[in-house]
């Protein structure tokens, strides 16, 4: 069995992880009006945290992106409904096939390493917040430091001359 690239089909809609109804169709290997039907008959089982239909404007905004056929043009002829994690697996349930329940592991993995990856980054600028607040008092310290050994780091001034021969400190002349 092939292993899709589920990650490129993975979308960010309304601030969420979500893949559209045509895409997880494929994955699920069932045509998108089958799949669509299925999840029409078993609307109950999906709340509206695991689905959605997006929005005239939000779908005009994906066919400007990709290649998704417009509305009336022998493609879609109606909204496309948006998947969230759960809603996928969910899914996979209604759709009881064994292609869909081994599609579903993969889904879901890929929805956990995309939220892995976000942790990780905010960790990072979490991380970068905090080494940027304490570069800002360090910053005062080394300052501090640094003037205090400017005067070291200044070449000697030139060492007083040594005088030749005899003299004597009382000697007004060679003072």
Known sequence: MLRP???SIIRTIRGLKVILDSDLAAVYGVPTFRFN?????????????????????EF??????SAISKIGRGGRRSLP?????HGALQAANILNSPRASAMSIY?????????????ANST?????????????????????VIQKMRPLLLPPADPPKRRIGFHTEDDPTTQ
């Open 81 to 85: 409904w948006a998947f969230t994690e």
């Open 5 to 7: 690239d589920i990650h």
């Open 107 to 119: 889904v879901i993995r890929a929805f956990i390493k995309m939220r892995d990856e976000l942790a």
């Open 60 to 65: 005009q905004g994906l066919t400007s992106q």
């Open 37 to 57: 039907e299925a999840v029409r008959r078993n609307i109950g089982k999906f709340p509206s945290d695991f689905l959605f239909q997006l929005t005239k404007e």
């Open 124 to 144: 990072l600028e979490k991380r970068l917040a905090v080494i940027e607040k304490t570069l800002v008092s360090h910053d005062v310290a080394l300052r501090d």
